[in-house]
């Protein structure tokens, strides 16, 4: 059954928070605040209500993003969001009218790619999207950990107030984000967000604490937290529950986290949403007294492979066939001739025999820099047509960096 599908009215705006709330178990929140955040975080025209008669059965949206991608070049991204469905009108093909319909507009507005974060891992697959960058939940008992090895630390960390957070925190940002495939340009009403502090928010810890990390009067490092009260045997054993960390440099990076493992009336740090790639766990006298859980974190969608492969850079020169099966947008499906190195790239629809033949969702995973092909060819999700065309294809996709995405939309 086909049901009307299209962006809601101003006037509907109400009937989608409402439908967009009870598909992840929630009622919208009737703060004022609250309200003029989403609406000013909202994207209406890029978003899809689906009807059936009058009433919002299904729901989506867009954030429009800018992406790092390895070598520090930007790709335009469609940052999918508030996928529901109602529980009232399961199996009956919604999320595909959704997927489809939202993923042929992403093409038509010439955006090579969407990502997004998925509440249940097993369904995005189906649509062309591969996990891309994965992340870590820490845990670490403070009273054990040592930091028995650390770079040299010439700067000094403060504690700053939220106004002066606001100005310091986005310069530390700009600067980080093209070092790391993944991460994004924040604008102004997303730095907003990730300010706005209300009580439901904070998961029973307290109001923001904030720190910066300077070196020659420049910020090069920032760290947001929140303390949970916690009592063990009668003694303070509160937990640190860290926001958001962001370094340029590893001085200011090890000089953030020797703030966060010396709070007194502490007993552990908790972190989620960690790049796998950390230095931390090296740090540590001890490693094994940080817990590591790890998490998928962003899955992304090529939309258009030429576009996304002649963006990136690559590790080590070479070039190779490869043939992308696509059933879900078919106009992706193709056989592209990649010629790339570390000094750019240009990839090409051919008619030359593949060297690697993988799915849409395939070649998504890897493009990031985050994954290999070669654990893909033996698990049974791409083929090698050419001798030693997985490791050379290992080698070209490879980044020195780890792809990170610290919070989810």
């Known amino acids: 059954m086909e049901f009307l599908i299209r962006p809601p009215e101003e006037q509907e705006m109400t009937a989608f928070r409402i439908a967009l709330a009870r598909g992840f178990g929630r009622h919208p929140r009737p703060e004022p605040e609250d309200t003029e955040l989403f609406l000013k975080l909202f994207e209406r025209e890029r978003s899809l209500a689906v009807f059936d008669a009058d009433r919002i059965i299904g729901t989506t949206g867009i954030f429009s993003f800018e992406m790092s991608l390895p070598g520090g070049a930007v790709m335009p991204v469609a940052g999918v969001t508030m996928v529901t469905v109602a529980a009232t009108h399961r199996r009956r093909g919604i999320l595909r009218q959704i997927m489809a319909r939202q993923l042929s507009d992403v093409r038509d507005r010439g955006e090579p790619a969407a990502a997004l974060w998925a509440s249940e891992s097993s369904i995005y697959g189906r649509f062309g999207y591969g996990l891309a960058i994965q992340h870590e939940r820490w845990s670490i008992d403070r009273r054990l950990a040592v930091l028995a090895h650390s770079p040299a630390v010439n700067g000094q960390v403060r504690w700053v107030a939220e106004t002066e957070a606001r100005q310091l925190f986005p310069q530390v940002w700009a600067r980080a984000r093209l070092v790391k495939p993944g991460m994004i340009a924040r604008s102004g009403k997303v730095w907003d967000n990730l300010f706005h502090d209300p009580e439901h928010r904070r998961l029973g810890g307290s109001a923001y604490f904030f720190a910066v990390y300077e070196e020659a009067g420049r910020a090069e490092g920032y760290v947001s937290y929140r303390i949970k009260m916690n009592y063990e045997d009668g003694s303070d054993a509160h937990v640190v529950m860290v926001g958001d960390l962001t370094a340029t440099t590893d001085a ?158």
């Open 252 to 409: 200011a990076y090890a000089a953030l986290w020797r703030l966060l493992l010396n709070i007194d009336l502490t007993a552990k740090v908790e972190s989620w949403g960690r790049a796998v790639d950390e230095p931390l766990w090296w740090m540590l006298e001890g490693p094994r007294r940080l817990q590591r859980i790890p998490h998928d974190a962003i899955w992304l969608r090529l939309l258009d492979v030429p576009a996304a492969l002649s963006r990136r850079t690559y590790l080590t020169p070479g070039r190779l066939v490869i043939e992308v099966k696509d059933e879900f947008c078919p106009w992706v499906a193709g056989r592209y001739a990649l010629d790339a190195g570390p000094d750019g790239a240009q990839c090409k629809v051919t008619t030359a025999e593949p060297d690697i033949v993988l799915g849409a969702a395939e070649l998504a995973a890897v493009y990031m820099g985050g994954h290999r092909m070669s654990p893909l060819a033996r698990a049974g999700r791409a083929e090698e047509r050419t001798h030693r065309a997985l490791a050379k294809a290992d080698a070209m996709f490879a980044w020195d960096v780890a792809p990170y995405f610290p919070h989810g939309f």
